[in-house]
């Protein structure tokens, strides 16, 4: 029987690209467990991802990328983050975030263009640092206190960003910053300059080697035309499913983990291995309702989302939900995978405890669960009797 992981590849294609980030993801598995101990950079993983020509894959063809779909970035950061959540989340954003500028158009074409060949030549990564202490989650809209203001051809930028993932390898990136003069936010593409610092703040639970260290801009110059205060068309924020892809990843590491030892530990009370029993059977056949429910929300939304071009805006409730979902249940996967192995699973020399601290970060990254329940409220209740 194929692997249950496999199910979701449509094509030879796919297939092929499969194949190349099974190899890295079983690559980055071996380097996880030390990144996680230390809380640090796997710059390596970045190494080779550059050298494997993952960071272009969703650059679009026009300037030598792959030009994926959703559906396909999906597929490929859920088999990464089966190797390696840490490096899947963060690489995530960065595609991602290309992904979504390539269908909002929101950028200045010129300044697109030259971040999709800078991607192809140099491997250059993109995040947008929007999260501060006072103002919480972005997604919930509260504004910046990073202030930009004007200056001779340009603007000064100050302010302290939170959980800003890829913090070390970045040479430039997006910040959001509130303009007094005008009283809005807007974003700017910023480079890295002896104005900015890196404060490595990122000692946390899980996804320790994400590199979400604190990012401190002093008075830092951009130019006026790296204001990037467009908004393009709206595409649903389908990108995010990078998130959720993730998870899903993770969550299916610890699944085959909890399958290939009850398959092979037998106690000496038993006769046979302990997948034999009612009880383990169980929780397998629980894990498998969790993940099956999930993997078809996921694929679903991203496949509608790619499909259906002009609807995508009405698509948040689906993206939502299938985030809501995915993160939810992987979390109950990881943990049913832990009651299967027992106690053993609590050892450090083992994956299971990194993949239940991992997975548990995904609740904290958007969109939320409280803001999923309020968009599905919202959609109902604005339904037309
Ligand atoms: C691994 C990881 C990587 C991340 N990477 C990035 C990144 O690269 N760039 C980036 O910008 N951010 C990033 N984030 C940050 C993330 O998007 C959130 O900003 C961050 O997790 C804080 O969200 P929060 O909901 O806890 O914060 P808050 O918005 O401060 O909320 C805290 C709590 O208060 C309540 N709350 C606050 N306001 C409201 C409200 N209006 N309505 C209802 N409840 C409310 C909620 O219960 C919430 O649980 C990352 C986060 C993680 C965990």
């Not at 194949?19 to 030390?34: I, M, Q, S, T």
């Not at 993109?126 to 919480?136: D, K, L, P, Q, Y």
């Not at 910040?175 to 002896?194: G, M």
């Not at 099956?292 to 989302?305: F, N």
Request: hydrophobic fraction near 40%; aromatic fraction near 8%; proline fraction near 5%.
């Amino acid at each position: 029987m194929s692997r249950f992981i496999d199910q979701y590849i449509l094509n030879e294609e796919q297939k092929e690209r499969i194949g190349k980030v099974e190899e890295l993801a079983a690559r980055f598995a071996e380097r996880a467990p030390r990144h996680d101990r230390e809380g640090s950079f796997p710059f390596e993983n970045f190494a080779d991802l550059r050298e494997a020509g993952y960071l272009k894959s969703t650059v679009p063809q026009q300037f030598g990328g792959d030009g994926i779909s959703l559906y396909e970035l999906v597929l490929l950061q859920e088999r990464l983050a089966y190797g390696d959540g840490s490096t899947a989340l963060a690489v995530g954003w960065h595609l991602g975030q290309i992904l979504h500028l390539r269908t909002t158009r929101k950028w200045p074409q010129d300044i697109f263009a030259d971040l999709c060949r800078s991607v192809v030549k140099d491997g250059t990564m993109i995040n947008t640092f929007a999260s501060e202490a006072a103002s919480g989650s972005p997604s919930r809209g509260g504004r910046p206190e990073t202030t930009a203001i004007a200056a001779d051809g340009g603007w000064r930028i100050t302010g302290r960003k939170t959980y800003s993932t890829l913090s070390p390898i970045l040479d430039r990136f997006v910040v959001s910053a509130y303009i007094p003069d005008e009283d809005c936010a807007s974003d700017f593409l910023v480079e890295r300059t002896d104005r900015v610092t890196v404060v490595e703040t990122w000692d946390v639970l899980g996804m320790r080697a994400t590199g979400s260290h604190d990012v401190a801009l002093d008075d830092v110059f951009v130019g006026s035309d790296m204001r990037l205060s467009g908004k393009g068309t709206d595409d649903g924020g389908g990108w995010l499913l990078h998130i959720p892809a993730c998870y899903m990843g993770i969550a299916m590491a610890a699944r085959d983990f909890a399958l290939e030892f009850a398959r092979s530990y037998r106690p000496n009370n038993l006769d046979a291995p302990i997948a034999s029993l009612p009880s383990v059977q169980r929780s397998i056949g629980e894990m498998e309702v969790e993940l099956r429910t999930a993997r078809s929300l996921l694929y679903s939304a991203a496949d509608r989302w790619d499909r259906e071009e002009n609807n995508r805006p009405s698509l948040k409730p689906e993206l939502g939900l299938a985030k809501y979902t995915v993160t939810n249940n992987a979390i109950k996967v990881v943990d049913l995978a832990m009651r299967i192995v027992g106690g053993t699973s609590l050892s450090r020399e083992l994956p299971l405890e990194r993949y239940y601290r991992d997975v548990r970060a995904g609740l904290h990254n958007p969109p939320m669960d409280n803001t999923v329940f309020q968009m599905l409220a919202n959609a109902s209740l604005n339904e037309k009797p």
